[in-house]
C-alpha cells in the first residue's frame, strides 16, 4: 500500500487549498478512509474521514463546515480546505483503516496506513 500527498503549500488566513492522496496497492472506496494532521509541538489528530460502505463521514469540530473530504473514481482521496486559519497550519496525513467494517478512522490506533504527509502553512 502506497499513499501519496500532495497540494500543501503556504497560504494566507482566509484562503483555500485543495489536497490529494494518491493510492496505490489497494482501492480506496473499498475502505475507511481520511486525513489527520499534526502542528508543531502537538498530537496527531483526526481531521475528517469516510466510509463509503456505511455512509459514515467525520469531522473534527475545529474544521466543520471549512472542509470537505471526497474521493474520485481515480483512487484519489481529497481535502478541501476553505476559509484557511493559522491554527491549521500542520503535516496533513492521509490514512486508510483497512480493518474497520463500519465507521471510520478518528484514532491514530485505528489506522493501519499512513502516507508521508503534506505541510500546510497558513499565514500572512
Known amino acids: 500500500v502506497q499513499l501519496v500527498e500532495s497540494g500543501g503549500g503556504l497560504v494566507q488566513p482566509g484562503g483555500s487549498l485543495r489536497l490529494s492522496c494518491a493510492a496505490s496497492?489497494?482501492?480506496?472506496?473499498?475502505?475507511?478512509i481520511g486525513w489527520f494532521r499534526q502542528a508543531p509541538g502537538k498530537e496527531r489528530e483526526g481531521v475528517s474521514c469516510t466510509n463509503r460502505r456505511d455512509g459514515n463521514t467525520f469531522y473534527a469540530d475545529s474544521v466543520k463546515e471549512r472542509f470537505i473530504i471526497s474521493s474520485h473514481a481515480k483512487n484519489t482521496l481529497y481535502l478541501q480546505m476553505n476559509n484557511l486559519k493559522p491554527e491549521d497550519t500542520a503535516v496533513y496525513y492521509c490514512?486508510?483503516?483497512?480493518?474497520?467494517?463500519?465507521?471510520?478512522?478518528?484514532?491514530?490506533?485505528?489506522?493501519?496506513?499512513w502516507g508521508q504527509g503534506t505541510q500546510v502553512t497558513v499565514s500572512s
Open positions: 496497492g489497494i482501492t480506496l472506496d473499498d475502505y475507511a
Open positions: 490514512v486508510v483503516d483497512r480493518t474497520a467494517s463500519w465507521g471510520c478512522p478518528t484514532t491514530e490506533r485505528a489506522v493501519t496506513d
